[in-house]
């Protein structure tokens, strides 16, 4: 059984998710379905699918116009939350330490973070790769956490690219997260990867070791795109 998440980013509609839901109940399938959805769509229902947030403030409440807190998002029905997305990295700023306060929030609310880590292309270039990841997954999980927690490698340069890393590439990446994650005391936590998923190579990335499910941006917007991901594993 995988993980196969969406992140819809901001695109979509209430029409298309509606459509798309009523699409996925139409499947059989045993893997676990979660859409990230805009916030404006956090109230959708479906008994086969779980709804997240792509983003929640660091802070609980307060003056901070634009921003929306993890006790709201959790009001809604959601279940899920990504935290420290590359676009998020990338256009607001996020750092490490901004990604574990959110988490810190998410978790406090009853919301499973999916916390994403991965290297930009400069810093794959100069050989930082493995540094990046490990310290993403050291410095963005909060301490004393016995709840659950879900990890997702995004390698920066890939997304929305159409490119992905070497299988090769990916266990490194996976097995590194799997074996720091078991350091900090957290066996067992999910680890998905995510960057140009699509239906024809999602079957083979998800047979990966350590690899737990995907994290899909495009192929996650259309029927057509995202059941061949969710039916291409059992
Ligand atoms: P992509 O996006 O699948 O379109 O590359 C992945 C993501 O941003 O999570």
Redesign the pocket.
Known sequence: MKIIAG?W?MNGSQSALDKIISDLSEIDTQNTVILCVPYTMLNTKSDKIAIGAQDISKHTSGAYTGEISAQMVASTGAKYVIIG???CRQYHGDTNSDVREKATQALNNGLIPIICVGETMDEKQAGKTMAVIESGVRECIPSDINTKIIIAY?PRW????GLTPTSAEIADAHNLIAKTLADMGLSGTPILY????KGNNAAEIMSISNVDGV?????SLKSDDFIPIITSVK
Do not use: P, Y
């Open positions: 992140n980013k997305h590359s676009e995004e890939a997304i929305g690219a995510g960057a140009s998923v994290l899909v941006g495009g192929a």
